[in-house]
């Protein structure tokens, strides 16, 4: 038997790996089970390069948990440790020493699948262990070894009676953490950490119904026999080459990942490079909604099959985030903070890659089937909208696929939008102004305007439009968005030829002096005077473009540096002095008539607008039966 000093930098480190190094203590299973996975697969890989003359099998990990005496067991069959080597990679806080083991078979472990280092590994156990034990016999047929410590810096090693080759880890559990002897618990954490190792891991046995034999009645019943119960998938989809993989392959693996999502994905991404950085994965593109809060964190980021976290911000590009699937690399750094990984160069070529193919795939299912690529446009624009406003290298690629419905169901990419309209909607100043509604029902009689003139109005209407439109008009030369509302139709799209009023500017001031004493000076409207074509809407209320620009996008973020999150609601009432209610208006002569004429006519333009509500249209339908009568 030896007793000695675990050699480490500070007189107790043990304290420090609980109170400091790890935020959530839930951690220490993925870790042990990490270092048997990479005990298993080193033997593995000695095995097939015929450095180890033992037989490799099947083996697997096993956990057990002994409640009554508080005991959890994590057992590998890997290649085990000697009484040198638990020396070295125990008593002097070597880590798991995978790096070592890669690093003397750096080109034949190249794919062997080990995980390397999570953080303190083994010594994590004493987050929730008062004591620990190792018993280990390792694959070269020396005698097996017994290390045990509790918690101090002194440790007891001894010869152990161990016959079969592997490590067995026994956590004596503190008082404060017999949570983690639960078998819900253990469960949980299991299929949060360890679902798609590479190596079977066992938790208990469960009951598998056998097929009856030959001749069983039917009510007979079906005869069960007790089973390994498995717990996790060691072969996932995004292990595998995509020629492997079928349509059902890809969503039965997607029901595997998210089992309470009973929608289908809409299409996937399989990833797979290991040049100049190791990356596999699939992201799949679900049904989104316009809530953009509720997408994020349901992508999964692994380190060779080990769940690290689901928080993949800095690493995916931020508009891919709403997707759903997993990345699995070996070469995200983990435990760090997100801002080094921002700056870290693999993270970055890792995001631009993953942008590259995303952008890749659209254009391919864009190219390969338009018209099933329009079916989903309305699924997955706010992701492609996203990535155009945040990602410049994006931006210039989807400018293939980005689509523009128009709203009557069309749906054209910009280049044939320019073409389709540029003959109509360019204005005397040589610039193209496409026209759009955020709201079909609420715009109608605006929309119903532009289509008399011939124009094209598309329909845009998701929460972060108001910022991609200023990227657009940035970005491209001469073109403008106005949404159909924002002004009268003559002067969203202005030509050459104006019309004359028929009202003399005595009488345009006149009227204009009426309108507004009727309005009150503290109203939100104001009064414009416009010569238009005799047969347009007599009032008609609009809302300036930028004004309302700005206040949408400060309301999705980006809009505060202009102070107008307090801003009240402002109009513009255009009142088209070539009608034949202006000339009424000017006409009549009695008070009272002229202001309930006047009221008549600005409710109606509301009701058009959408902004006539509560008493005002109470008092607009009972004024409409009185002149009814």
């Not at 699948?113 to 929730?128: D, E, P, R, T």
């Not at 005595?506 to 009150?520: A, H, N, P, Q």
């Not at 088209?576 to 009695?590: D, F, P, V, Y």
Request: charged share 30%; aromatic share 10%; with cysteine.
């Amino acid at each position: 038997m030896a007793t000695g000093k675990i050699n480490v930098s500070v007189d107790n480190i043990f304290p420090l790996i609980k109170k400091f190094l790890y935020s959530d203590h839930e951690i220490f299973l993925r870790e042990l089970i990490s270092n048997a996975t990479d005990a298993t697969l080193k033997l593995k890989h000695l095995t097939a390069i015929g450095e180890a003359k033992v037989e490799y099998g099947n083996p697997l990990i096993e956990i057990k948990a002994d409640k009554d005496g508080k005991k959890l067991h994590i057992i590998d069959q890997g290649l085990g440790m000697t009484e040198e080597e638990v020396k070295k990679y125990i008593n002097e806080v070597a880590f798991s020493g995978a790096e070592e083991f890669l690093n003397k078979y750096e080109d034949s472990a190249k794919d062997s699948g080990i995980i390397g280092h999570f953080g303190l590994g083994f010594y994590s156990a004493f987050m929730v262990a008062h004591k620990v034990e190792i018993i280990t016999k390792s694959y070269k047929d020396e005698p097996a070894v017994h290390w045990s410590c509790d918690g101090s810096p002194e440790f007891v090693m001894e010869k152990a009676t161990k016959e079969d080759r592997g490590t067995e880890i026994i956590l004596h559990i503190a008082e404060d953490s017999t949570e983690f002897l639960e078998d819900a618990r253990i469960t949980g954490l299991l299929n949060k950490y360890n679902k798609f190792m590479p190596v079977p891991i066992k938790f208990g046995t469960k009951t598998e119904t056998l097929p009856k034999p030959e001749g069983a009645k039917e009510d007979d019943p079906a005869p069960t026999k007790e089973v390994d119960n498995i717990i996790n998938n060691p072969n996932p989809a995004w292990t595998k080459q995509p020629a492997d993989l079928k349509a059902e392959d890809y969503k039965s693996f997607y029901r595997e990942l998210y089992p309470m999502q009973f929608e289908e994905p809409l299409f996937n991404i399989h990833l797979n490079v290991d040049y100049p950085f190791n990356l596999t994965g699939i992201l799949y593109f679900p049904k989104l909604t316009n809530d953009l809060a509720q997408q994020k964190d349901r992508i999964q980021l692994y380190q060779n099959q080990v769940f690290v976290t689901d928080n993949v911000e800095g690493i995916v590009p931020e508009f891919l985030t709403m997707l759903r699937g997993v990345i699995d690399s070996p070469d995200i750094p983990l435990n760090v903070s997100r801002s080094y990984l921002q700056a870290d160069g693999a993270v970055k070529k890792i995001s631009s890659y993953i942008t590259r193919k995303v952008a890749d795939k659209l254009n391919s299912l864009f190219k390969n089937n338009r018209e099933e690529f329009e079916a989903k446009w309305n699924d997955i624009k706010i992701v492609i909208e996203y990535g155009m406003l945040s990602e410049e290298k994006f931006f210039e690629k989807a400018d293939k696929f980005a689509l523009y419905p128009t709203v009557d169901g069309t749906y054209l990419t910009f280049e044939e939008l320019q073409e389709k309209i540029k003959g109509n909607q360019t204005d005397k100043d040589n610039k193209l102004v496409i026209l759009y509604t955020s709201d079909k029902e609420a715009q109608h009689s605006y929309i119903e305007t532009a289509k008399t003139k011939g124009y094209e109005v598309l329909l845009l209407d998701s929460p972060i439009i108001g910022h991609l439109m200023q990227k657009m008009e940035s970005s491209k030369e001469n073109i403008s968005f106005a949404r159909v509302d924002a002004d009268h139709i003559d002067k969203l799209i202005q030509k050459e030829d104006t019309q004359i009023s028929k009202l003399s500017e005595e009488e345009k001031e006149t009227l204009k002096t009426e309108l507004e004493k009727v309005i009150g000076e503290k109203s939100s409207y104001t009064v414009q005077l416009e010569a238009m074509d005799s047969d347009a809407s007599p009032f008609t209320i609009t809302e300036p473009e930028f004004m309302r620009r700005m206040k949408e996008m400060q309301q999705t973020g980006g809009g505060g540096m202009f102070g107008m999150g307090n801003m009240p609601e402002m109009y513009n009432l255009i009142v088209n002095t070539n009608s034949t209610l202006a000339s009424e208006i000017l006409a009549t002569k009695t008070a009272k008539k002229k202001e309930r004429l006047i009221n008549q006519s600005l409710d109606l333009a509301k009701l058009s607008k959408g902004l006539l509500k509560g008493k005002d249209l109470t008092e607009f339908i009972k004024r409409s039966y009185e002149m009814v009568k």
